[in-house]
């Protein structure tokens, strides 16, 4: 089974651009044309004219996507621990504004409360559960993305290359959740729960023994409604914003933009990408972090408790938090890719079957 979907992931369009790259060749260097994370279904390859790229694996292979994985793990879970404190005040904001009012002064309660120390309060539960997410998220993504490309085939996969990648996404992160849940239950109730446990080895087993494995999941149904959402919108903004990118704005082509050059891209349109994320997700976040601190209670009666303009409280800190992390985490993940020296295939061009069929109908 895991050999015939290799096999059908090594067919995928997405691997059109790198079919003919050398995997582990040594007496080939590796050149700096390899490019950005956004799939590809087609694009016309100059053999003769560049170098060829080498690569640690092929396209498809399972140590692609188990480093894809690696890269997912490293990006999501050092994103989400260095941005803690930043999380801890939003969630305070969240689940009692009447206290900590907006982040300036939800910062100052709390450094008056807890010090500096107390900032960085939730940090192994945030960690250990954004990792999980994280392996899930990105490494799952790309097995979706080259399985429903192969399922579409080369010009499908170009026409409704967008729902392409909300699908891939969406399926990703569906998994990658059922992963985070426990760990995010524990963190929000460690953040805002005054008096309750203030460590990970402490509250673990207490969620366990006073309400079993419901405790840990209550949230899950919220959590996806945040983070799918919260997903697809990250990856499909991103893969289209990285196209927009090297269409209108940068000043030369992509193949002749050095590494760096093209990671500095890669952090802009995560950026943009993180900021669409946080105002498309935010009230699911909302719910989710008063769904945690209030015991007893469901999705549908912190909604109506909260209102429709209590669901937006702490909106401000969450897009520089989240526009920050999608950029750090596009950044981290790409820059994986390049040090492990994977197949980045280019933007998406039509692929010249179609164009031969818009040509004939006069379309083109």
């Not at 729902?163 to 569906?174: G, R």
């Not at 209590?310 to 994986?336: C, E, H, N």
Request: charged residues 20%; hydrophobic residues 40%.
């Amino acid at each position: 089974m895991i050999k015939s979907f290799v096999e059908t992931a090594r067919s995928s369009p997405f691997v059109s651009p790198i079919r003919h790259a050398q995997c582990e060749s040594p007496e080939t260097t590796e050149s700096v044309e390899n490019t950005e994370s956004s799939p590809v279904v087609t694009v016309k390859e100059q053999v003769s004219a560049e170098p060829v790229e080498t690569y640690s694996c092929e396209y498809g292979s399972l140590k692609f996507f188990a480093l894809c994985g690696w890269g997912g793990i490293l990006s999501c879970g050092t994103t989400h621990t260095a941005l803690v404190p930043l999380d801890m005040v939003k969630c305070r904001i969240q689940t009692d504004p009447a206290k900590y009012g907006g982040i300036i002064n939800g910062f100052r309660v709390s450094l008056k409360a807890d010090g500096m120390r107390g900032l960085a309060r939730g940090w192994a539960p945030t960690f250990f559960g954004y990792s999980a997410q994280g392996l899930g998220k990105f490494g799952l993504y790309e097995v979706f993305k080259s399985l429903y490309s192969g399922i579409l085939g080369e010009e499908r996969s170009y026409v409704w290359r967008t729902s392409l990648y909300l699908a891939a996404s969406a399926s990703a992160e569906f998994f990658a959740d059922i992963a985070l849940c426990p760990m995010e239950s524990v963190k929000v109730r460690i953040q805002t729960q005054p008096g309750w446990s203030t460590t990970l080895r402490e509250g673990f087993p207490r969620i366990m023994k006073e309400e079993g494995l419901n405790g840990f999941y209550k949230g899950l149904v919220p959590l996806w409604a945040r983070q799918i959402p919260y997903t697809m919108m990250k990856f499909a903004c991103f893969e289209r914003t990285v196209e927009a990118l090297y269409k209108y704005v940068v000043p030369k082509p992509r193949s002749q933009c050095s590494k760096p050059e093209q990671l500095v891209v890669t952090f802009i349109a995560g950026y943009i990408a993180g900021v669409f994320c946080a105002i498309v997700s935010h009230p699911a976040d909302t719910i989710v972090s008063k769904l945690n601190q209030a015991k007893g209670s469901n999705f549908v009666e912190v909604a109506k408790s909260l209102g429709l303009l209590g669901m937006w409280k702490g909106l401000f800190p969450r897009i520089i938090m989240i526009g920050t992390l999608t950029a750090l985490q596009w950044f981290i993940y790409d820059s994986v890719k390049v040090y492990y020296r994977l197949p980045r295939p280019p933007p998406p061009e039509m692929p010249e079957s179609l164009k031969a069929k818009l040509a004939a109908q006069g379309k083109l």
